[in-house]
């Protein structure tokens, strides 16, 4: 049966509600899904608690949530590139749980594979590790960390089918396999769709089963994060 809706206020429809936690693939604004995100930012729903790696920046990516008050706490392992959430952060208005990039990866990996908890040595010995239980395995010291589930999980797909069979393109596909299966409903956009089976088994990263709701991407221009050129060197006689 098709999953693809009308589009991301339609995709969204009766998922959303205040103080629910909502895991996000993407990494700076790689990969993001940006039309999902503006959409949760235009339906108002507020006290949220958000996974993933960073915060976008400044007014693009999970900045627009931040910048419009939407977000209670956050649970990622970078925010350096957004001005507000550090303001927010300094000023005791917003809840960040840091966790090492890793271990972040690892308990939404564990939260979709239903593993409730598991032991790293990421993090032992440091503020990461405070209050958290330990365990000695073969002499060396572990902390326990638990797996993440979020009521809701967005992700962005280069291509996929209406079943909501899933592939990614090159870093893009950064979080986006983790988060979608640790979602208990995943909302996925993608700059393709196809009919069923007009995808190669072989190459589908996210099966249809984590996935129930699919969504059109827009052809929005992809933002980068920092722009990094330098001088083409002279050609000798031109």
């Known amino acids: ?102 271990t972040l990866a690892e308990r939404l990996r564990a939260g979709g594979a239903g593993i409730a908890a598991f032991y790293t040595k990421t993090g032992v010995g440091t503020v990461i590790a405070e209050g958290k239980p330990h365990q000695e395995f073969d002499g060396e010291l572990y902390v326990q960390e638990r797996g993440i589930v979020a009521d809701l999980s967005l992700v962005h797909a280069h291509t996929a089918d209406t079943d909501g069979n899933l592939i990614y393109r090159h870093t893009a596909r950064n979080f986006n396999p983790v988060v979608a299966t640790a979602g208990r409903v995943t909302i996925a956009e993608a700059e393709v769709i196809v009919e069923p089976g007009q995808l190669d088994p072989n190459h589908i990263v996210t099966p249809s089963v984590y996935v129930q709701r699919l969504v059109q991407a827009s052809g929005r221009v992809k933002d980068i994060e920092q722009r990094t050129v330098r001088p083409r060197p002279a050609v000798v006689g031109a």
């Open 1 to 102: 049966m098709s999953k693809l809706t009308a589009g991301p206020a339609a995709a969204l429809a009766g998922v959303l509600h205040d103080g629910m936690t909502i895991a996000v693939g993407g990494f700076g604004l790689s990969g993001i899904p940006a039309d999902l995100i503006d959409a949760v930012r235009d339906s108002g729903v507020k006290d949220l608690t958000v996974v993933s790696n960073n915060m976008g920046i400044d007014g693009k990516g999970l900045g627009v949530l931040i910048e419009a008050g939407q977000v209670r706490k956050v649970l990622a392992s970078y925010v350096g590139e957004n001005k507000l959430f550090a303001q927010q952060f300094l000023a005791g208005t917003l809840e960040v749980e840091f966790n090492p990039q890793g």
